[in-house]
DNA sequence: GAGAAATATTGCGCGCACTGCAATCGTTGT
DNA sequence: ACAACGATTGCAGTGCGCGCAATATTTCTC
């Protein structure tokens, strides 16, 4: 990687956290673009070269879509063969995308924390969250070999979303493994087994 | 009502309108407060004691609440007793506001086509489901009798609000029922059992 | 009905988000 | 070194969104 690029990643990476730390203590609203950009020490029109808006620069981190390789594993009908398994491999490997956990943990508190102070920031992270779940709908479709647009796979990947998000709400909390980050994932999928497949148990 | 209120109602009602049709025919860009406050008949100061943004007055008719009498019902275990029937019947009294069910899919065939134009919308649509699909939460919690942020019952949520989004997307193209509709969310919660409670099956 | 109280509408001014354009500066390949 | 490319910046402009004070309209009281 050149000069250039990695001048481009610092900068915007300059921005972002400009951006999160100003909001966390004035609040999004006495926030000014001047002043993330004097933060990150650029021009304010710069600012706009790499977001087109405030909000964006605050969520520039949130994944958007799949890790590629966990999944065209998962698209294979890897990697154990068991679909809420393999789904369960597939979301964690892609939202969880540092390997560090105290860093992972550390982004979702403060992800968290700025949800608190600006609630408005939500309708922007939720649709980051919705860009995934196409990502994952898409995917399922193609591994159980039905059409792209299948409402099946659709309602399925936002079931699937959705516990994931609640897995990841108790995160900053508890002093926690990925592995059991994994155990709270399972444990949402068979709550919706248990609530959407009545008198089906055992 | 007195005349007051009902005036409030017309100019609000008349704003929003103005917005969705000129936002329809020139995009959004292209609409400026001042030419929707001018088709309302208003000043442009005005429009902003109505609505907060440009945004908001186009998806202010979308519901954010559930109907306090269906939501009542479904606290106290009714109508039938059976979880997912009652579940889909709370749903279906919420979102399909009036009664007039070609005026419902006009409604919602031109919310569609309104996404379809301007992506961005998107976000405040969601977060305004995520609203509903708290309300739903707390429903099912008070229904279940545990706490109110129970993680169970905010997993359950997520996803029937997933289906009935997925039910709803069909809806402007064919020409159905409310039953056929209520049919639709019936198969999408079977989805979910299928998916989410491998090897229960009946 | 007339006047007072409450509330809605409006005009004005302002700060700032965001954009297009053209100039400048820094990086990259020959 | 020089050319080519791309990133940064300044400038000027549009329009959103808001606080404030003045005005108009409805509602309440007698």
Redesign the pocket.
């Known amino acids: 990687m050149?000069?250039?690029e990695r001048?481009?990643l610092a900068?915007r990476r300059a921005l972002r956290e400009a951006a999160v730390r100003l909001t966390l203590e004035r609040g999004l609203e006495n926030v000014?673009?001047?002043a993330i950009s004097a933060e990150a020490d650029?021009?304010p029109?710069?600012f706009?070269?790499y977001f087109?808006?405030?909000e964006d620069a605050l969520l520039d981190d949130v994944p958007v879509s799949l890790d590629e390789e966990a999944r065209e594993e998962f698209v294979a009908g890897g990697p154990t063969g068991v679909f809420t398994e393999d789904l369960g491999a597939l979301l964690m490997a892609s939202l969880l995308v540092s390997g560090d956990l105290g860093r992972q943990r550390a982004d979702i508190a403060l992800r968290r924390q700025l949800m608190d102070r600006e609630p408005h920031l939500l309708p922007g992270l939720l649709s980051r969250f919705h860009d995934v779940e196409r990502s994952v709908a898409s995917a399922m479709a193609e591994r159980a070999g039905v059409p792209l647009d299948d409402a099946r796979s659709q309602v399925a990947a936002a079931a699937a979303m959705a516990a994931t998000r609640q897995s990841m709400k108790g995160v900053p909390e508890h002093e926690e493994g990925v592995d059991e980050l994994r155990a709270r994932l399972g444990e949402a999928f068979r709550t919706l087994g248990d609530v959407f497949a009545p008198g089906r148990r055992g």
Do not use: I, Y
């Open positions: 050149g000069l250039r001048k481009k900068t000014t673009v001047e650029v021009s029109r710069t706009f070269n087109a808006t405030k």
